[in-house]
C-alpha cells in the first residue's frame, strides 16, 4: 500500500533514576555512598533508507516512543542507556510540526541520520552528594523525562522529471515505454492511483528519474479528482513535461491552459520551472487536420516551428525546440513541443534524450 502522510506522536525515553546505595565490604568500616548514576533514555532519529518507498509502517502508529534508561546500582555502576530508537523512511521525506505546519527535517540522501528527539538524561545517584558536612546522603536524582513531539510525515518522491496532464492522456504508458516502471494501464480516466517512479535510460551511461502521478482536471485546486493530492510528488522536480492528448474532445490549447492553471494554483514555484510538451495519442487522432491543429497551438504560443532536428524527432509532423540562446526559463516559453506516440513508438527514443538535454540546462 502507498501511504505518503502519516501524523503520529513521538516520545524519546526517560532517563533512568539514580541510586542510594552503600558500600558494604568485609573488614571496610563506613564505606560510604556509592550509588551509581542512571541511564540515559533512548532517542529519537530517523534515517534515510531508498529501499523503502512509502510510509506504510507509520500507518495507524499513534504513539511511538523509546526505551528509558535503566535505573543506577550499587557500586558506582551506572544503568544502561537505552539505544536510539531508528525510524528509516524514504529519499524525499520531510518531518512536519502537527501544530504549527513548520518543516522541522527534510530527508534526502541515501544514509543520512538526523537525531530529532534527545532521551532524557539519567539521574545522579547519591554517591554526587557527599560531603564533609554531609557523609551519608540517602537521596538521589529521578531521569529527566524524554522529548514529545507530535509530528507528521509528508513523502514527496524525488525525480527529474514529473508529468502533468489530465487522466488517460498516455502518461502510463510513456513511462512504461521509455523507463523500467511498470504501472497498470488501461482505457478508462484515473487508472493510476498512486505515483510511479522509472528510470529513463539514455545511452549507456545517463539516465534519470521520470514520476508519474495521477491526472488533473480541471478544478482540481478545489478539491476535484485526484491529481492536486498528489501534485506535491513533483514539487522537487526541476522540470516538467506537460501531456497533452490531441485525440481528447478538449482542444489542445484548452488542455494546456487548464494544466497550467491548475499548476501555478498549487504552488507558484512550481508553475515557474522549466517544461516541455508532449502531444500524445497521435496515433489515434480522429479530426480533420492534425497538422493545422498542431501549427496553431505552437503559433497560440507565440513560437515557430523549428526545422532543426537535434534529437532525431520524427519529421512528419511539426514541432518546436528552443535554440541554443535556451539559459533559463522566461515563464512562457517550453523548451520543446513534440508530437508523441508510445504505442507506435514515435518519438519515443528522441524525447529521452529532449528531457535529459533540458535537465542538463535546468542544473546550469
Not at 32 to 41: E, V
Request: some cysteine; aromatic content about 10%.
Amino acid at each position: 500500500m502507498f501511504i505518503d502522510s502519516v501524523k503520529f506522536t513521538v516520545v524519546s525515553g526517560k532517563g533512568g533514576q539514580g541510586c542510594a546505595s552503600f558500600r558494604r565490604e568485609k573488614f571496610v568500616v563506613k564505606g560510604g555512598p556509592d550509588g551509581g548514576d542512571g541511564g540515559k533514555g533512548g532517542d529519537i532519529a530517523f534515517i534515510v533508507d531508498s529501499n523503502t518507498d512509502t510510509l506504510s509502517w507509520f500507518k495507524g502508529r499513534r504513539v511511538i516512543k523509546a526505551e528509558n534508561g535503566k535505573q543506577g546500582m550499587g557500586r558506582n555502576m551506572t544503568g544502561k542507556s537505552a539505544p536510539a530508537l531508528v525510524l528509516p523512511v524514504p529519499p524525499g521525506t520531510q518531518v512536519i510540526d502537527a501544530e504549527s505546519g513548520e518543516v522541522l527535517l527534510d530527508l534526502l540522501i541515501e544514509g543520512e541520520q538526523v537525531t530529532f528527539l534527545e532521551g532524557g538524561k539519567g539521574g545522579l545517584g547519591n554517591v554526587h552528594f557527599k560531603n564533609s558536612r554531609n557523609q551519608r546522603p540517602t537521596y538521589f536524582q529521578p531521569g529527566l523525562p524524554g522529548q514529545s513531539k507530535e509530528i507528521r510525515l509528508e513523502l514527496k518522491l524525488i525525480a527529474d522529471v514529473g508529468l502533468v496532464g489530465y487522466p488517460n492522456v498516455g502518461k502510463s504508458t510513456l513511462i512504461s515505454t521509455v523507463s523500467n516502471a511498470s504501472p497498470e494501464i488501461a482505457n478508462y480516466e484515473f487508472t493510476t492511483l498512486t505515483p510511479k517512479l522509472g528510470v529513463v535510460e539514455v545511452g549507456d551511461y545517463n539516465s534519470f528519474v521520470m514520476a508519474d502521478i495521477p491526472g488533473i482536471i480541471d478544478g482540481a485546486s478545489d478539491g476535484k479528482g485526484l491529481g492536486l493530492e498528489f501534485l506535491k510528488h513533483i514539487e522537487r522536480t526541476k522540470t516538467l513535461l506537460f501531456m497533452i492528448d490531441v485525440a481528447n474532445y478538449r482542444t489542445i490549447v484548452d488542455q494546456f491552459a487548464v494544466l497550467k492553471e491548475e499548476v501555478k494554483k498549487f504552488s507558484m514555484e512550481l508553475s515557474g520551472r522549466n517544461f516541455a510538451i508532449a502531444l500524445t495519442k497521435i496515433d489515434a487522432y480522429y479530426g480533420e487536420d492534425l497538422e493545422a491543429d498542431i501549427l496553431n497551438f505552437i503559433k497560440e504560443l507565440g513560437l515557430e516551428s523549428s526545422v532543426s532536428n537535434e534529437f532525431g524527432f520524427d519529421k512528419s509532423l511539426p514541432y518546436y525546440v528552443q535554440d541554443d540562446t535556451f539559459t533559463r526559463f522566461d515563464g512562457t516559453k517550453p523548451y520543446f513541443i513534440l508530437p508523441l506516440s508510445s504505442v507506435t513508438h514515435l518519438n519515443t527514443k528522441s524525447i529521452s534524450y529532449a528531457l535529459y538535454e533540458l535537465i542538463g540546462k535546468t542544473k546550469k
